[in-house]
């Protein structure tokens, strides 16, 4: 599938647009604003804020619609609640975004020239980059977080060109998952004779606005969480969806350092078993390419503390019966 941009005859598709947001403040206007004359309808679902997102939307022209807060909120709820409103329209295609982040010129053009041209792909998807990577090592490791191979995959993240006749035909996102929703709902989509498209193509800046590594933790938590969630629900399917994530998370953030504790009551020499650590670093680094190898390699071997935090909460949750809440990082 070419990412170029292709010329459209007659009227073209009908595009419309579902923006989440909590207390985005100037990066909701900042999203909607680069929406504008490029869609022709525009929802946005807020999930509780109280900055003045819900009047601010509104004076942009997008159609609002505020979650029940006696509900627990969720992104997948959110974007279901903007499906639904867009539910019987006369949209093609849906335009997701979530609220902190503004899309790339010429996007949306190229990604509807694809999804034409490719009638049984559901989902287009291109590159989302971090709006200031200079401000943190954070933002620098979610900018190549999303760098992603181009062309055909398994998944999309929150921003991504998708067909909404696809979309309904899988019932949508899950409304209870916390995070993870997206590649849960792709891997439901590619099973139902559906495929998924990263394109070489500009899609959206974000602002992830990470400055603290309690902020980096808890998106990392976050994830492992997702990993064990998504292994529980889809891992015995021929995809093993994210049984290897969370395997991973679970040795090398629990099982290896329990183990080192355990033979250290035996020998205090068993302490010396904590050096496949930086060992692991080195491999990482000298296997990876880039200025940023290094700081990529230590914290994806840092976050499996993190992301084991995250599963064996998942697990320990599950086993009570409980449901875990929104799991925030900013």
């Known amino acids: 599938m070419s990412g170029q941009t292709g010329g459209q005859t007659g009227a073209g598709p009908h595009i419309d647009a579902v923006v989440i947001g909590r207390n985005e403040g100037a990066r909701l206007i900042a999203c909607l604003t680069s929406l504008q004359g490029r869609v022709q309808r525009i929802v946005y679902v807020d999930s509780g804020s109280t900055d003045g997102s819900v009047t601010a939307a509104q004076a942009a022209g997008a159609e609002v619609v505020a979650l029940d807060l006696s509900l627990p909120f969720t992104a997948a709820r959110a974007r279901n609640a903007g499906l639904a409103r867009l539910a019987g329209g006369q949209a093609d295609f849906v335009?997701?975004?979530?609220?902190?982040?503004?899309?790339?010129?010429?996007?949306?053009?190229?990604a509807a020239a694809a999804l034409i041209a490719h009638p049984k792909t559901a989902i287009a998807c291109g590159r989302r980059r971090e709006e200031h990577p200079e401000a943190s090592v954070y933002n620098r490791l979610c900018d190549r977080e999303w760098d992603t191979p181009v062309g055909e995959t398994t998944a999309c993240g929150g921003d991504a060109l998708a067909r909404r006749v696809a979309l309904e035909a899988v019932g949508g996102f899950r409304d209870d998952l916390i995070a993870g929703e997206e590649p849960e709902m792709c891997l439901r989509l590619r099973r139902a004779g559906w495929r998924i498209w990263r394109l070489e193509a500009e899609m959206t800046r974000h602002d992830a606005r990470i400055l603290q590594f309690g902020q980096w933790w808890q998106r990392s938590?976050?994830?492992?969480?997702?990993?064990?969630?998504?292994?529980?629900?889809?891992?015995?399917?021929?995809?093993?969806?994210?049984?290897?994530?969370?395997?991973?998370?679970?040795?090398?953030?629990?099982?290896?350092?329990?183990?080192?504790?355990?033979?250290?009551l035996v020998t205090p020499w068993a302490a010396l078993l904590a050096l496949v650590y930086p060992a692991q670093v080195l491999r990482l680094g000298l296997r990876g390419s880039g200025a940023g190898r290094w700081e990529s390699a230590l914290f994806t071997v840092l976050g499996k503390f993190a992301e084991a935090q995250g599963a064996l909460e998942f697990h320990l949750r599950r086993l009570r019966g409980h449901r875990r809440g929104l799991m925030e990082y900013k």
């Open 221 to 264: 938590r976050r994830a492992g969480h997702a990993f064990a969630e998504g292994a529980h629900l889809h891992g015995t399917g021929p995809e093993q969806h994210w049984v290897r994530e969370t395997r991973r998370a679970l040795i090398w953030g629990a099982g290896l350092p329990l183990a080192i504790l355990l033979l250290m």
């Open 95 to 110: 335009q997701l975004v979530d609220g902190d982040c503004t899309i790339a010129p010429g996007w949306i053009e190229t």
